[in-house]
């Protein structure tokens, strides 16, 4: 058997095509674990129970679209996806099996608009920062965020027949939201504030 030599060239092309091949496999995991889907600016459903969700201003970041996911997720009534938006072992408070069976039934809000997101300073949530602190601490958030959404909703008829607590009209909502730990650490709601 003969020693063959490779040309320099040779070997400067396979190194440029293994890194492009490294390369493209980090991109794509990286892809992968984000799941793949993406918010848009308007929903729509048309059929026997109708539904519009509309973003008139998008997300600025993270904090801010793990909100925005939980109005399009509510708003479509995906409630199967909300579950992945909260801490596990708040799961159970927020029976999202009641807003499921309720949308079965023809009751729920057939319309959200979103009007703007705003992460609030410190200051804007002075009276309620230690009580943030301490579900931040208790999920094992390092980090958190207060986003308020200013939006707007519409029920369905047989929904305004039992008249909701918060009826047609505009309102606003905090959303305390955490940071996981961990390299792919995903931000998660962990308090819903009163409209």
Same mark, same amino acid.
């Given at each position: ?18 890194a ?8 794509a ?13 308007? #929903? ?8 519009? @969700?509309? !973003?008139?201003?998008?997300? +600025? *970041?993270? $904090?801010?679209?793990?909100?925005a996911?939980y109005?399009k ?24 099996g ?6 079965r ?33 208790? #999920? ?8 308020? @959404?200013? !939006?707007?909703?519409?029920? +369905? *008829?047989? $929904? ?36």
């Amino acid at each position: 058997m003969s020693k063959e030599k490779f040309s320099p060239q040779a070997l400067k092309i396979c190194g440029i095509t293994l890194a492009c091949l490294a390369i493209m496999f980090m991109v794509a995991a990286v892809n992968r674990s984000r799941g793949g889907e993406h918010l848009v600016k308007e #929903y729509t459903v048309e059929d026997s129970l109708p539904r519009y @969700v509309k !973003f008139e201003k998008m997300p +600025s *970041d993270d $904090a801010q679209l793990a909100a925005a996911w939980y109005f399009k997720y509510m708003g479509l009534a995906q409630f199967d996806r909300c579950v992945r938006l909260f801490p596990q072992d708040q799961l159970e408070s927020l029976n999202f099996g009641q807003d499921d069976l309720n949308f079965r039934e023809g009751r729920y809000i057939k319309e959200y608009i979103i009007h703007g997101f705003q992460t609030l300073a410190t200051v804007e949530y002075a009276d309620q920062k230690p009580y943030y602190d301490e579900q931040a601490s208790r #999920y094992g958030f390092k980090e958190y965020k207060v986003v308020r @959404v200013n !939006f707007s909703q519409r029920w +369905s *008829d047989k $929904a305004l027949e039992q008249a909701p607590q918060w009826g047609d009209g505009t309102y606003t909502r905090d959303f305390a939201v955490g940071k996981e730990s961990g390299f792919r650490g995903k931000w998660k709601i962990f308090e819903l504030g009163m409209m």
